[in-house]
């Protein structure tokens, strides 16, 4: 890490379902592998991410393209149907052992992963602030800082996405 | 040289690509690193992977969805 000539890569990560949790954490791990100093700015519901206590869902409500494979076919959820109660919990044991049995890395695995790479993680205080998030519930070694923060980093970086 | 073996088999990305990073650490400069996934991303990613590491992808092959792919380190 911190060589000057390093290619660099800044993400914004604004979402916290579990499904949403998997395209920052794995393109800022394989980035991290590939050399590049990598910089995470978690803000809103991608604070979620952040939290010791990892609790994160998914939903079928709102999401048409979502097709879970069952039994040689693939289900869709009428909204109607994903608002009843439990259905979140439902789809969401469902995608976790989908995970576990197709060999991808749980978000637990990614988020160790990608401290272990030293990927520069910032938490934003102003959301910190609007949910009334306590430091002490947010794992350890990252940053609290605002978007001046990111925007200083953003102009140093070869990619900057927003997710 | 010697040859290291690392099988991540059964993994699915970013894992292989993760876990070559982490064994080719290991290799003496020079040495070889001998990676069997099963991952058909894999195919490409190993690729792009030495290629951003400066390692050089020596071959791969393809037995029947077992791909084993052969990186000599560089830097």
């Known amino acids: 890490m911190s060589d000057a000539n390093a290619k660099s890569m800044s993400m914004i990560v604004t979402k916290g379902t ?3 949790a998997y395209p920052p954490l794995i393109l800022a791990n ?36 979502m097709e879970m494979p069952m039994m040689g076919m693939h289900m869709t959820m009428p909204n109607l149907i994903g ?22 890395a749980s978000i637990e695995e990614l ?25 002490k519930d947010m794992i350890d070694g990252i940053e609290y800082a605002g978007a001046a923060t990111y925007i200083e980093r953003a102009t140093q970086c070869d990619i900057n996405l927003f997710i | 040289m010697s ?38 991303g894999s195919v490409k990613d190993m690729e792009a992977f030495c290629k951003q590491t400066n390692n050089e992808l020596k071959g791969w092959s393809d037995n029947g969805g077992v791909y084993t792919f052969n990186i000599v380190r560089k830097s």
Not at chain 1, 41 to 61: M, S, W
Not at chain 1, 88 to 96: G, L, Q, V
Not at chain 1, 111 to 135: G, K, N, P, S, W
Not at chain 2, 14 to 39: F, H, M, Q, S, Y
């Open chain 2, 3 to 40: 040859k290291t073996v690392l099988d991540v088999k059964g993994l699915n990305c970013p894992l292989p690509i993760l876990r070559t990073k982490k064994a080719i650490k290991d290799i003496p400069v020079g040495g070889e690193l001998e990676v069997v996934a099963t991952d058909p």
């Open chain 1, 111 to 135: 988020r160790e992963m990608a401290v272990e790479q030293e990927v520069r993680m910032i938490a934003c205080q102003m959301t910190m602030d609007l949910f009334e998030y306590d430091q």
């Open chain 1, 30 to 65: 394989t980035a991290a592998s590939m050399g590049l100093e990598v910089t995470l700015f978690f803000t809103f519901y991608g604070l979620a991410l952040l939290k010791k206590d990892l609790n994160l869902k998914i939903t079928t409500l709102g999401n048409a393209a």
């Open chain 1, 18 to 20: 579990l499904d949403w």
């Open chain 1, 83 to 104: 608002a009843v109660p439990g259905m979140d919990s439902m789809a969401t044991s469902m995608m976790k052992s989908l995970i576990k049995k197709k060999g991808v």
